[in-house]
């Protein structure tokens, strides 16, 4: 368990009370530029903690480490969503999920080394893997903010949270945001994976149920983003399309990895 992840861990919990207290509760005085101070020095504790299982050879990684990275992701996309989106009331979800997934991550064990030969195309494919997951793992988490807020539309005695939550347009905007570029960061993990299995395995990607239920996820976001373009989906069929293409990700990487970390105490390939 890295000291560091302790310490990143610690400065979230104080942020995640301090907008608790300050957004929800309405107590405190509000100072955007010393909160924004210390996202960033949680962000960069963080990224050091996670900076030699993810960056310095040899590569380590599983569920725990996917779990930290994704809480990382998910910061950073809403410190830059904020400069695009009014996103204001955001910050007690968003700190609350990058808690959990960083407790989470931990609790199990670290992940396994990556036995295969690292070259550019495997560390690509690696990035725009876990950057995609990621991406989506936010507009998941915005999907359901998303019914929330929907809900504050049509039911004056919504709790104190759904009230405080960013416009609906701003929550979709930021939605298909992140989903858009989530796509393009898939669509290169699976090209790069199919390109570098054959330049180190001296085969074609096999077809096991990990490749299966991402290339499932792919056409759903794809699915979703042809929608919205040619339809103008938007709102409840935006959300459950988000929410499907996230449980195919899920289910066929996260839980794998937890499978063969924790329950089976095998590596696998990455």
Request: proline fraction near 4%; glycine fraction near 10%; hydrophobic fraction near 55%.
């Amino acid at each position: 368990m890295s000291w560091l992840a302790l310490i990143a861990l610690f400065i979230y919990l104080t942020l995640g009370w301090h907008f608790c207290r300050t957004r929800l509760a309405g107590r405190g005085v509000i100072h955007t530029g010393v909160e924004t101070a210390f996202l960033l020095l949680a962000l960069a504790v963080h990224g050091l903690a996670l900076w030699p299982q993810l960056a310095a050879p040899p590569l380590h990684f599983g569920a725990a480490e996917a779990l930290s990275m994704i809480a990382w992701l998910a910061l950073i996309t809403y410190l830059l969503g904020h400069l695009a989106f009014p996103l204001e009331g955001l910050q007690p979800p968003v700190m609350g999920l990058t808690v959990l997934l960083l407790g989470l991550s931990l609790l199990l064990p670290p992940g396994h080394v990556l036995t295969y030969a690292q070259n550019g195309v495997s560390r690509l494919h690696f990035l725009a893997a876990m950057l995609a997951y990621g991406l989506f793992t936010n507009a998941t988490g915005v999907a359901i903010l998303m019914r929330l807020a929907d809900r504050r539309l049509h039911h004056a005695s919504a709790s104190l949270l759904v009230q405080k939550l960013p416009p609906l347009l701003a929550l979709e905007r930021l939605l298909f945001a992140c989903i858009s570029a989530g796509f393009l960061l898939l669509t290169i993990a699976l090209v790069t994976g199919i390109t570098f299995s054959e330049e180190i395995f001296g085969r074609a990607l096999e077809f096991n149920h990990k490749i299966v239920l991402s290339v499932a996820a792919w056409l759903v976001y794809g699915l979703l983003l042809l929608g919205r373009r040619l339809r103008g989906w938007r709102g409840r069929v935006a959300t459950l399309w988000t929410t499907t293409g996230f449980f195919l990700l899920i289910l066929g990487y996260i839980g794998s990895r937890f499978v063969l970390d924790v329950i089976l105490h095998r590596p696998g390939i990455g």
